[in-house]
């Protein structure tokens, strides 16, 4: 479409499926308004796609739930590396 531009960041390179990172930037909007998000596709044996899963980020910056639930619990939304197989047992 004219006046935008999809901007694909950080890419999964999985076998039957893939997670990808991507920014939408208006012509003629504000610098830092850039809509992000990350999508998943699924495809079957054929090829096809047969599952897709897109999720942009808040268009209110910042989010308000967000902010509401630092407020109740301040680790919300800090993630940290874990190690592999440290979820195995819960």
Known sequence: FPGITFATQRFD??????CFTWEVVLEGAPEGSAIKGISFYEVDESGLVTYVRDVPESGLKPP?????????????????????GSRDAL
Not at 64 to 84: D, E, W
């Open 13 to 18: 390179d999985g076998e039957k499926s893939t």
């Open 64 to 84: 308000p739930l967000g902010k509401l639930g630092r407020q109740f619990r301040p680790a919300v939304g800090v993630f940290q590396p874990v190690s592999i």
